[in-house]
């Protein structure tokens, strides 16, 4: 038996994208107590699904200047959507940029 591991969903991705995931990877989705969602699986399964292109909703509150900087310094695209911006790259990539900007807002807003 083979030990199972887990990678954080990022909060902003759509469900079929999620689903897509699970079904491509050969992953399951836990919730833990905390409320946070976790795919779970094979370590190789989990270090390909980094590798796959997503688009996530931007969290409210960064500035034009935020985005702009964080898409520049990370390997991702900005998008235009129904539900408003979105980050477009890999999940890999796109996780590095949503900590980013959270930090930037934080620094902006003294936290």
């Known amino acids: 038996m083979c030990a199972k591991h887990t990678m954080r969903v990022l909060s902003g991705m759509q469900p079929r994208q999620v689903d897509e995931m699970i079904s491509k990877y050969h992953l399951n989705m ?16 989990l270090r390909e699904a980094a590798k ?10 960064p500035n034009v200047s935020e985005i702009k900087e964080t898409v520049n310094k990370f390997n991702i ?16 990539d796109i996780n590095d ?15």
């Open 30 to 45: 836990l919730q833990t107590r905390e409320g946070l969602l976790l795919f779970e699986g094979e370590l190789e399964d």
């Open 52 to 61: 796959h292109v997503v688009d996530v909703t931007l969290p409210p509150g």
């Open 77 to 92: 695209q900005l998008k235009q959507s129904d539900e408003g911006p979105q980050f477009h790259g890999t999940l890999y």
């Open 97 to 111: 940029a949503i900590n980013y900007l959270v930090d930037i807002m934080k620094e902006r807003l003294n936290m």
